[in-house]
């Protein structure tokens, strides 16, 4: 299948950037991976993502979705890490209990 007939399908729009210097954003490692179709629950508004412009300047697409139940599941999942913003990722991860 050509990559560019692939969807990535996530949570959380991607980010499009680190604030650690050593790594990429999401988005540039679905860039340069040509993985540029993106299906997402909601856009990041804890990154200040309100709307997909900032991924068209990048070259990827990110689509949100109109499923008000996957929403709704996503807006939940965002709040978990607006709360817990001072912690890395993998912290957030291995403390979080379904
Ligand atoms: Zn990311």
Redesign the pocket.
């Known amino acids: 299948m050509p990559k560019e007939e692939i969807q990535i399908v996530t949570t959380l729009s ?2 499009t950037r ?1 604030t650690v210097e050593s790594r990429s ?3 540039s490692i679905l860039k340069n991976l040509g993985l540029v179709n993106i299906y997402s629950g909601v856009f990041d508004t804890s990154l200040g993502i309100e709307d997909n412009s900032i991924y068209r300047d990048i070259g990827i697409n990110v689509e949100v979705t109109s499923d008000n139940y996957f929403k709704y599941v996503c807006k939940k999942l965002m709040r978990v890490f607006q709360e817990k913003r001072d912690l890395s ?1 993998l912290e957030i991860k291995e403390g979080f209990v379904w």
């Open positions: 991607p980010c680190r954003s999401c988005s990722l």
